[in-house]
Each structure stands twice: as C-alpha cells, then as structure tokens.
C-alpha cells in the first residue's frame, strides 16, 4: 500500500469515527462525556527492511469533549497498551474508557471498531435477568449472537479484560450487566448500525413489557432465520455500507469539521 493511499484510508477512518460520535449524540445515545467508540487504524507503511514502523494504533475521543463536538482532526491516536501517541487537543483521553475496549482489539484482529453506550434502555435491559428477549425484529437479529459479561465495577481492573473477551467469544454484541451495552463492527458504520438496532431492541421490549399484556415471542427456528436474514443483508450491495451512507448524510457537511462555539 502507498504511503498516499494509507493516508487516505486513515483519513477515511477519522471521518467515519467523527460521524459515528456525532451521530450518538443525535440519536440521544451518549452519556455526556463518559463511554467510547474506538477504530482501528490500518496498519503503518513497512520500513525498508520489511518491518512495521508502528505498532496497532488506534483512535479514540479526547477526554473532555461531547460527542457533538468531535472532529476528525480531534481525535487521540493511542496504542493497544493505551500510550497515547498523538493528541491534537492536548485532552487525553480517559484510561478506564479504553480498558474494554483494548481487550476486544487484541482478541478479535477482525474487529474495526467497539462502541459502548450507557442509554437508558441499554442500562434498563441489562438490569433484567432475561435479557434480551426474542419479541422483535430488530432483536431477532441477535439469537444466539449477544454475549452477556457480569457487572465487576466501573471498569479499572486489567484482570477483567480476560474475562470479558471470553464472555464476548465470537459475537459482535454483548449486553455489560447493570452497566450498558457494547457492539462491534468489521468497519465504524457495521458497528454503529448494530448498536441503533441493539438500542432500539431494548427500547421496544420495554415498552412492550410496560404494557402489562401478554407477550409474543418468536420461536427459535423463525429467529434463526430472521438472524439469517440480517447476515445476508449485511453483506448485500444493498447492506451496511449503503445504509452506513445514508446516516452519515444526517449530519451537516462537511460533518467532520465544523465549527465549534
């Protein structure tokens, strides 16, 4: 790869993490300037004697800023240990935050980007013995793929990591116990798809369980298939990166350098 061309894949990368944080904020899924979405950078141009100059570099917000005010140009590269290695705003970033986030990394090299949000349906949902039940579309996509990691305290402790990537396993989503929820995505836009309809799917069982009426769910095999269905789609000309577009058109543009004040 050319170093020009592995910029503008970085670029790419910058711009759709930009997107991503704004676009929580709109849909009313950030919590002030608490929780992450991190995004893997490609790997750095091999030196002449065939080596990477870098090691994995990652991207991640500066502590302090709301997700509405993130920039492209704002955001921290860190290493998979957390050193940061490049900080535009001087903010750093928050250590704690990056904990989660580093384990999945370095456990799932297939994995672009980890978002993490502490909503009010997430956090409710969470707190429910059953979980996520298969009541509706939205969450049928999730049978057998949503992973459940208990609850150890606000997230301080390296030890947890292990255990939280072996509660993960190979999922893409996983509900954090009286904590939150958490996706992942082979690019920034799979990722954030994959948290609006998890969101949503919270949403929806508990205002359907607010009802106090009976409840319908789906059976295992129609869920299977309708999981089926979301894998294909995903895939599909018509699939994530179509729709991954299509949100980032909700922002203004250029979305990933406004002005701030």
Do not use: K
């Not at 500066?62 to 860190?78: C, K, Q």
């Not at 799917?201 to 369980?209: G, I, K, N, R, V």
């Amino acid at each position: 790869m050319s170093a020009r061309r592995e910029t503008e894949t970085e670029a790419g990368v910058r711009r759709d993490l930009a997107a991503a944080y704004r676009l929580i904020a709109l849909d009313g899924m950030d919590d002030g300037i608490s929780t992450h979405i991190s995004a893997r950078l490609p790997e750095a141009e091999p030196s002449g004697e065939g080596r990477h100059d870098e090691e994995e570099r990652f991207l991640l917000n500066p502590f302090g800023l709301r997700f509405e005010e993130i920039r492209a140009e704002d955001l921290v590269t860190v290493a998979a240990d957390g050193t940061v290695l490049d900080d535009p705003t001087g903010l750093g970033i928050n250590p704690a935050g990056f904990t989660i986030h580093s384990a999945i990394h370095a456990a799932r090299p297939e994995v672009a980007c980890v978002l993490h949000t502490h909503t009010v349906a997430g956090v409710a949902l969470s707190c429910l013995a059953e979980g996520l039940a298969p009541l509706n579309q939205w969450a049928l996509q999730f049978h057998d793929r949503l992973a459940y990691h208990d609850y150890e305290g606000i997230a301080l402790d390296l030890d947890e990591r292990q255990r939280l990537t072996d509660d993960l396993g190979p999922h893409m989503a996983m509900v954090l116990r009286q904590h939150g929820l958490l996706t992942c995505g082979r690019s920034v836009g799979e990722a954030f798809l994959r948290m609006r309809d998890l969101e949503r799917s919270c949403q929806t069982q508990l205002a359907a369980q607010a009802t106090g009426q009976p409840l319908l769910a789906a059976s295992p095999a129609m869920a299977e298939h309708v999981a089926r269905q979301y894998e294909a789609w995903a895939e599909s000309p018509a699939g994530t990166a179509l729709a991954w577009q299509a949100e980032r058109r909700r922002l203004p543009s250029p979305f990933h350098s406004p002005e701030r004040g």
